[in-house]
């Protein structure tokens, strides 16, 4: 008995130790799950994705590296967490956005704006649903859940837990995400921008050569037709470009601040 309550009292200490680890892991983990691709969907039932965050930090749990003492404080560490996972969230929703920004300018530039895919808090046109599901289902099958597991084990390193990131690193790596989200918006939307412009000035054309012609009625039937046979065609390579950007972030996620 002697030898007994020693080491039970060592084993309730090493059991408080490991329930707050986890506990800072998923609370990093969680909060970037709500906001990742294909896992944070609304699509997918809240038991699910508790199930995929606790997955997701017995994968990260033993590679978080040092955990700050809860002796000294407890608060903190937790809304750190907290913050720190949701950046890593945001920072890779910004790509679904990219495809919705890209589709927004295409649905705009062929008159399909007014297609929508369905009903939500964000209707979305009908091209922004198809973009956004296909890079979805093309980021799963090339391993999605290893380059996010791979994501929060890199975490530990750049933004160690229970410690404050700089301001100014953080600020200057969220606008360099947002300002590649947008570029890749406008890059993958530049066929249907060009092709638009193209479009406007050859039906300015016909409409002086024949005044009396309503350019307007037999065009925008035109432009609708040209404009799903375009992405018809444009689609593929579009998702490939994202694809390929996606997976560099992913292999340097943060290297806009350093």
Same mark, same amino acid.
């Given at each position: 008995?002697?030898?007994?309550?020693?080491?039970?009292?060592?084993?309730?200490?090493?059991?408080?130790?490991?329930?707050?680890?986890?506990?800072?892991?998923?609370?990093?983990?969680?909060?970037? $799950?709500?906001?990742?691709?294909?896992?944070?969907?609304?699509?997918?039932?809240?038991?699910?994705?508790?199930?995929?965050?606790?997955?997701?930090?017995?994968? %990260?749990?033993?590679?978080?590296?040092?955990?700050?003492?809860?002796?000294?404080?407890?608060?903190?560490?937790?809304?750190?967490?907290?913050?720190?996972?949701?950046?890593?969230?945001?920072?890779?929703?910004?790509?679904? $956005?990219?495809?919705?920004?890209?589709?927004?300018?295409?649905?705009?530039?062929?008159?399909?704006?007014?297609?929508?895919?369905? %009903?939500?808090?964000?209707?979305?046109?009908?091209?922004?649903?198809?973009?956004? $599901?296909?890079?979805?289902?093309?980021?799963?099958?090339?391993?999605?859940?290893?380059?996010?597991?791979?994501?929060?084990?890199?975490?530990?390193? $750049?933004?160690?837990?229970?410690?404050?990131?700089?301001?100014?690193?953080?600020?200057?790596?969220?606008?360099?995400?947002?300002?590649?989200?947008?570029?890749?918006?406008?890059?993958?939307?530049?066929?249907?921008?060009?092709?638009?412009?193209?479009?406007?000035?050859?039906?300015?054309?016909?409409?002086?050569?024949?005044?009396?012609?309503?350019?307007?009625?037999?065009?925008?039937?035109?432009?609708?037709?040209?404009?799903?046979?375009?992405?018809?065609?444009?689609?593929?390579?579009?998702?490939?470009?994202?694809?390929?950007?996606?997976?560099?972030?992913?292999?340097?996620?943060?290297?806009?601040?350093?």
């Amino acid at each position: 008995m002697t030898d007994l309550m020693p080491l039970l009292t060592q084993l309730s200490g090493l059991g408080a130790d490991m329930l707050w680890a986890a506990l800072l892991v998923f609370l990093r983990v969680g909060a970037a $799950m709500a906001l990742l691709p294909a896992f944070g969907e609304q699509s997918v039932p809240q038991r699910l994705r508790l199930v995929l965050s606790l997955a997701f930090t017995a994968i %990260v749990a033993p590679a978080a590296g040092p955990l700050p003492d809860p002796a000294a404080g407890v608060l903190l560490p937790l809304a750190i967490e907290v913050v720190v996972g949701l950046a890593l969230g945001i920072s890779v929703r910004l790509f679904v $956005m990219a495809l919705q920004i890209a589709a927004a300018i295409a649905a705009q530039a062929t008159s399909l704006s007014q297609l929508f895919g369905g %009903v939500g808090p964000e209707p979305q046109p009908a091209i922004a649903n198809l973009l956004v $599901m296909a890079g979805l289902a093309l980021a799963v099958s090339s391993g999605l859940h290893v380059h996010v597991a791979q994501l929060l084990i890199l975490s530990y390193q $750049m933004l160690p837990a229970g410690v404050v990131p700089g301001a100014s690193d953080m600020a200057q790596w969220g606008l360099g995400q947002i300002a590649r989200a947008f570029a890749l918006g406008l890059a993958l939307a530049a066929p249907f921008t060009i092709a638009s412009l193209l479009y406007n000035i050859a039906l300015g054309v016909i409409n002086r050569a024949l005044p009396a012609l309503m350019v307007s009625f037999v065009g925008a039937p035109a432009l609708a037709l040209g404009g799903i046979a375009l992405m018809a065609i444009v689609a593929p390579l579009l998702l490939v470009v994202w694809q390929q950007s996606f997976q560099s972030f992913l292999a340097q996620p943060f290297s806009g601040a350093e």
